[in-house]
T-cell receptor, first 114, second 118 residues
Framework: AQSVTQPDIHITVSEGASLELRCNYSYGATPYLFWYVQSPGQGLQLLLKYFSGDTLVQGIKGFEAEFKRSQSSFNLRKPSVHWSDAAEYFCAVRSNFGNEKLTFGTGTRLTIIP | GAGVSQSPRYKVAKRGQDVALRCDPISGHVSLFWYQQALGQGPEFLTYFQNEAQLDKSGLPSDRFFAERPEGSVSTLKIQRTQQEDSAVYLC????????????????FGPGTRLTVL
């Protein structure tokens, strides 16, 4: 069965600092990978997705993620965070064929300090 | 265009009551998903429709949970005899259908319905 681990429950960074959120997955083959962001009272918004090809994926709002097969990781990065980036971030995995359900990690809450 | 909408946004129920949660997917989206998000947790899959066919209901936690999508568009998630452990945010998502068995499309999420069972 597929699973996702987000080891950091809560991360605090200063505005303008760089950010890396960790995500490790468990899946028998190369999965489809996603990062979603959730602001309070809002639904999930897709930041970026990986299906195949280039392992460095660019997303919206200046985010990027790198798929590393050898480490079963798909970490999210941003070179300089803004106060508006404060939110909950979820990594998710999906089978690459057939069943389309998403399996999410438990999320990382990001706090930005001035 | 309009995104996925859900109603009501908030629902308070007394233990033992039945509730019905509605999801309006993006027009033309064939796939529809329900997820349950408990406080402080990530969303967990409940069930999946392709048009009106319920292809996967493996995530429904008990037989008190029932979902339908009779005409292949609007979906309703019904919870009978609600319990306190049913308190959560219920998220609906929709997606266009892929081709050739592989779907490279993302799922678009609604704002969710927050259910509180007292």
């Amino acid at each position: 069965a597929q699973s996702v681990t987000q080891p950091d429950i809560h991360i605090t960074v200063s505005e303008g600092a760089s950010l890396e959120l960790r995500c490790n997955y468990s899946y028998g083959a190369t999965p489809y990978l996603f990062w979603y962001v959730q602001s309070p009272g809002q639904g999930l918004q897709l930041l970026l997705k990986y299906f195949s090809g280039d392992t460095l994926v660019q997303g919206i709002k200046g985010f990027e993620a790198e798929f590393k097969r050898s480490q079963s990781s798909f970490n999210l990065r941003k070179p300089s965070v803004h106060w508006s980036d404060a939110a909950e971030y979820f990594c998710a995995v999906r089978s690459n064929f057939g069943n389309e359900k998403l399996t999410f990690g438990t999320g990382t809450r990001l706090t930005i300090i001035p | 265009g309009a995104g996925v909408s859900q109603s009501p946004r908030y629902k308070v129920a007394k233990r033992g009551q039945d509730v019905a949660l509605r999801c309006d997917p993006i027009s033309g989206h064939v796939s529809l998903f329900w997820y349950q998000q408990a406080l402080g947790q990530g969303p967990e899959f409940l069930t999946y429709f392709q048009n009106e066919a319920q292809l996967d209901k493996s995530g429904l936690p008990s037989d008190r949970f029932f979902a339908e999508r009779p005409e292949g568009s609007v979906s309703t998630l019904k919870i009978q005899r609600t319990q306190q452990e049913d308190s959560a945010v219920y998220l609906c998502a929709s997606s266009p259908l892929g081709s050739g068995g592989r779907n490279y499309n993302e799922q678009f999420f609604g704002p969710g319905t927050r259910l509180t069972v007292l």
